[in-house]
């Protein structure tokens, strides 16, 4: 075959072409804030301290974006520990945003959460955690609904919880003066009104990191894409608790669906009709997770931080130390505050946030009072299913009511699950 220095270099020239587009490709795909053209002409975008990374030069993309994943189940204290996030002045922090997607596939219960398909919901899970983390916010209105007009939105699940979308520059009004340390319910949508998405995304990018709580993902190892995902840094904060106290507090949370609960705690005889196979999967869940994070596999490699609510509701302080430790950042003086004024034990001092949501200023109260709220019956029943669980991760169980309700005996065994840094 004969091949002229022309061809040669016409195939150079192709090849290195082709390159140069796949290096570009990534590159904008790998530059986070600079996605797509509209962020960087917007205004607010242009004269923010990402501007370099919105030029069309050569700028090395370094991230310092921390990816924070709270990932909890429902009941385990993550309100709580998500407001130790929140709290931070550089973190941009969203409440749960996979409870529109599940509306969206399903507009029912959590129990049909197995029987559909699982992948594909996984998926979308995924997608939509990967475009938050990049302050795509926009991409939510692929599963709000009713579907937002102009980007702009009144019901977006539990805003509230977001000190960023209930401030400027997402909020004209600016801070509630009244309420600045803790969410309000009523404050937020009545004064900031309905909530304009991009400019959601802007506050996002205006801060460093972002932090999600979740609890609709069943397990760790269904977070493994994002791990390994290139643009991101994540970190995962495994929240788990005590599952007898899960269940307590679901059932009082949610005591329409747990009226046979209800009465077996009333009555200390087991209604046939109870439903065991929540808490079982709940129990099964928490102990896969532990699991694979104390294995330590590769892909998780200090990405994975095991903390126990008992451990932060008895020590507020300490914990929360270690979990921003954890996660690379300092622990601002907002956090500190926060803890101060949420946490003591006080039990004169009624709390604030009286909804179903709410925190509690008497934290190591609340960790300990399922003891003095389930039937004996019932937690010898979930001690059954749950031994493995109770046993991996230092619960002891009970063997009398005299022992359940002696609270000067503690039921949290002391342990370290691992170094912060390994
Ligand atoms: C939920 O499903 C019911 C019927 O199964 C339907 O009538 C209703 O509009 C749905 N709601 C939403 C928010 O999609
Ligand atoms: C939402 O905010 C953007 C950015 O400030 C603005 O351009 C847009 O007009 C706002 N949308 C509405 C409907 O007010
Ligand atoms: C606890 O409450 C009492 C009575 O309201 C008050 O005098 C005391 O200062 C409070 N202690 C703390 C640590 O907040
Ligand atoms: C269970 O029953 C006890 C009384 O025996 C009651 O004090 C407690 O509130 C009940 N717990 C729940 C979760 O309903
Ligand atoms: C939990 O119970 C099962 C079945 O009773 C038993 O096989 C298993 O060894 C128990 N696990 C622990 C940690 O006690
Ligand atoms: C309660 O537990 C403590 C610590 O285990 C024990 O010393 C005490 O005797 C117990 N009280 C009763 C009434 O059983």
């Known amino acids: 075959m004969e091949c002229s220095w022309k061809t040669v270099l016409l195939l150079v020239c192709a090849s290195l072409g082709v390159q140069y587009t796949a290096i570009r490709t990534l590159r904008d795909s790998m530059s986070g804030p600079c996605q797509g053209v509209y962020r960087c002409q917007t205004r607010y975008y242009r004269d923010s301290k990402w ?49 529109h997607v599940q509306q969206a596939f399903t507009n029912s219960s959590s129990r049909l959460r197995r029987t559909l398909d699982r992948r594909a919901l996984l998926g979308a899970y995924r997608d939509l955690l990967l475009n938050l983390y990049t302050c795509d916010l926009h991409f939510m209105e692929n599963y709000i609904r009713p579907e937002p007009q102009d980007h702009i939105t009144s019901s977006f699940f539990r805003r509230s919880s977001s ?21 309000d319910e009523t404050w937020c949508p009545k004064k ?25 993902i ?7 894409t994002l791990t390994e995902d290139p643009r991101l840094d994540l970190k995962i904060i495994h929240l788990v608790r005590d599952p007898r106290a899960i269940l307590a507090s679901r059932m009082m949370a949610f005591s329409d669906q ?27 869940d928490m102990a896969a997770s532990a699991e694979t994070g104390l294995q330590r596999p590769a892909w998780l490699r200090g990405r994975y931080l095991l903390v126990r609510y008992e451990d932060l509701a008895f020590n507020p302080k300490h914990k929360a130390t270690e979990v921003y430790r954890f996660v690379g ?26 909804y179903r949501y709410s925190t509690t200023r008497d934290s190591r109260a609340t960790a300990e009072s399922w003891r003095l709220r389930l039937g004996f019956d019932i937690v010898r029943t979930i001690q059954n299913l749950c031994n493995d669980t109770l046993a991996l991760l230092g619960y002891k169980q009970v063997h009398s009511a ?21």
């Open 258 to 284: 747990f009226r046979a609960w209800k009465i077996w705690n009333a009555t200390g005889r087991q209604p046939r009709y109870v439903d065991l196979s929540q808490i079982t999967s709940t129990c099964k």
């Open 402 to 422: 005299a022992e359940l309700r002696n609270l000067s005996h503690s039921l949290v065994e002391h342990r370290t699950f691992q170094p912060v840094t390994w």
């Open 51 to 99: 501007r370099a990374l919105c030029d069309d030069s050569w700028v090395p993309i370094e991230s310092p974006r921390k990816h924070i994943l709270l990932f909890a189940t429902t009941r385990s204290g993550s309100s709580f520990t998500g407001q130790l996030l929140n709290q931070h002045p550089g973190i941009f922090y969203i409440f749960e945003p996979l409870y």
């Open 192 to 216: 900031c009104g309905a909530l304009n998405l991009t400019l959601a995304s802007m506050s996002c990018l205006s801060k460093g990191h972002v932090a999600i709580k979740t609890v609709r």
């Open 163 to 183: 000190h960023a979308l209930c401030s400027s520059p997402v909020c004209s009004e600016g801070e509630n003066p009244a309420a600045s340390d803790s969410p």
């Open 329 to 354: 950042l300092e622990m601002e003086d907002r956090v500190r505050t926060w803890i101060a004024k949420n946490t003591n034990s006080n039990a004169s001092s009624p709390s604030e946030w009286n």
């Open 218 to 224: 069943p397990e760790v190892g269904d977070l493994r």
